[in-house]
């Protein structure tokens, strides 16, 4: 297990290093995505004027406040992965996205990816986003702002972390180890529930 401090953006080398049970704390650039933000980049054609290669992304839609300047952040908190699995293959192979964060996981099409194209997911806790918010300086720049609050955000971030490596470009994940060691011991518990 290592801890891996990363000045984004990042090459393919740093990200095929990370192990599950790695942490990693990430300072920089990290880029905010949802659900409406990839279905219009990836289903719509819509481009982006950000450069993501090398980057993290972060699966949220924050709260924000309007100001003279732009916003600023009111709280930043991570939603689930899972109803976005089928767009990290586009984020990879496409923008050249190294890093995924979220929570719940992804399943095996994006572990297939992270192992062809060098990436990892990284997980948070959920019900952090007071404390993510506080690892976030700035909101530098919004793409897609018509999406609001599903926009491309552009994030300025400094210490944000440590964040759980939990899936792997070597084939692991925390999930299916949690889902397998489950299933193993389902009978037996089953039995002394006196279930049939």
């Known amino acids: 297990m290592a801890h891996y401090d990363f000045s ?4 393919e080398a740093d990200a095929r290093r990370l192990r599950v049970n790695d942490t990693v704390t990430l300072n920089g650039t990290l880029f905010g995505i949802r659900d409406a933000t990839q279905i219009h980049m990836f289903d719509r054609g819509r ?3 950000f450069d993501l290669k090398g980057h993290a992304v972060i699966h949220t839609a924050p709260n924000v406040r309007k100001t003279a300047s732009g916003y600023e952040p009111v709280c930043v908190g991570t939603t689930t992965s899972d109803r976005m699995e089928r767009f990290t293959r586009p984020l990879m192979a496409q923008c050249g996205v190294r890093l995924v964060i979220g929570k719940g996981g992804l ?14 997911y ?3 806790i959920g019900g ?31 210490g944000f972390g440590p ?16 889902k397998a060691s489950s299933q193993a011991k ?3 518990a089953v039995r002394r529930l006196g279930v049939r």
């Open 107 to 120: 399943r095996g099409d994006s572990q297939q990816s992270f192992a062809e194209l060098g990436g990892a």
């Open 122 to 124: 990284l997980a948070i």
């Open 47 to 49: 481009k982006t004027r």
């Open 128 to 158: 952090t986003a007071a404390l993510e918010t506080t690892w976030i300086e700035a909101i530098e720049d919004v793409d897609l702002d018509d999406l609001h609050p599903e926009s491309l955000w552009k994030f300025r971030v400094k």
């Open 163 to 178: 964040l759980l490596v939990a899936m792997d470009s070597h084939g692991a994940s925390l999930y299916a180890e949690v």
């Open 186 to 188: 389902r009978p037996e």
């Open 8 to 11: 984004m953006p990042i090459g």
